[in-house]
């Protein structure tokens, strides 16, 4: 079974969308969807530097348009994707882009809503200097009770042996100098803001009231929310979920908990990938992976998908 997962905020790097634009139809749903948001979509994804593209109301939709374009270049027909695609999963702002793509919004509704969100969660962050920290190694039994006792949240709790832990620059300087037991290093992460954490909350309110005037349909194929790694099979579920899911940690380890119970056999991550076949690898032993970097990749993933679609 074909499992299509989305990356979160962190995956954009400078130029990532220059050879994509190549592709049939790529330059022109970026075009349409930068006209949407009023955002040069295509300028961020080929000129931009690190620093302009690590805004979050810069990153979160151009994460989002570059998922859902390279995801269809997977396919001769868009409408194979329901059929082949046994399930689909996002990490964070990525479970936006999944949930496009099992139908529960509109394209270009859910670039409209992820631009809403980022704008909201910049806002959100610019009130407190906060921001995110990996955890790599440790026992989440012992990591968890340690990150709430220095008043940080773990924000991610990612598997295969990750937490990302989210709170005031004040808190991960005391992480930094005060390890969790059994954890080897503390990787300071390049985000603008303490994401999936208390600290969002006005983000929540604000996306809320634009959730209020969509219309969602129900997925068509199974979506894994990354709040407890249940599938879900509501839309008006689904958006309710992405709403709050900006203000609560992601529970991917719980996704790909649940990618093994339904049998997967290979897991394919949309551009710009890398980020979340790593941890597959590592918590799902067997399975294949790929992640979608640049077309080149698209080959070995069509070929992929015709093994085990």
């Excluded at 509704?109 to 969100?117: I, K, Q, S």
Aim: aromatic residues 4%; hydrophobic residues 45%.
């Amino acid at each position: 079974m074909l499992v299509l997962v989305a990356p979160g905020q962190g995956a954009q790097t400078p130029g990532f969308l220059t050879e994509w634009l190549d592709l049939p139809g790529v330059r022109g749903a970026l075009e349409a969807w930068s006209d949407a948001v009023g955002l040069d979509l295509i300028r961020y994804g080929t000129e931009a530097g690190a620093e302009e593209i690590r805004d979050t109301a810069v990153a979160q939709p151009l994460l989002v348009a570059a998922g859902l374009a390279s995801a269809y270049t997977l396919f001769d027909d868009p409408a194979e994707l329901p059929r082949k695609v046994g399930a689909i999963a996002g990490h964070s702002v990525g479970e936006i882009t999944a949930a496009s793509l099992a139908g529960v919004l509109p394209h270009e509704e859910a670039v409209r809503l992820v631009r809403t969100r980022g704008l909201a969660m910049a806002e959100a962050a610019a009130v407190t200097e906060t921001g995110m920290a990996a955890l790599l190694g440790g026992d989440p039994e012992v990591t968890v009770p340690h990150l709430e006792k220095l008043g940080l949240t773990p924000a991610n709790i990612n598997g295969a042996g990750q937490i990302v832990a989210a709170g005031t620059k004040e808190q991960l300087a005391a992480l930094e100098a005060d390890k969790p037991e059994g954890v080897r290093k503390v990787v300071a992460l390049k985000v603008a803001g303490a994401f999936h954490t208390h600290h969002m909350a006005s983000a929540v309110d604000t996306l809320a009231k634009a959730a209020e005037a969509l219309t969602p349909g129900d997925p068509t194929l199974t979506y894994v929310s990354n709040k407890d790694g249940q599938a879900v099979a509501s839309g008006t579920e689904v958006l309710d979920r992405l709403v709050g899911q900006v203000a609560n940690p992601v529970r991917w380890d719980l996704c790909m908990e649940t990618f093994k119970e339904l049998g997967v056999t290979t897991l394919i991550e949309v551009c710009p990938g890398g980020t979340l076949t790593g941890l597959a690898k590592r918590a799902l032993p067997g399975v294949k992976t790929l992640a979608l970097k640049t077309p080149a990749d698209l080959d070995a993933a069509r070929e992929l998908i015709a093994e085990h679609a």
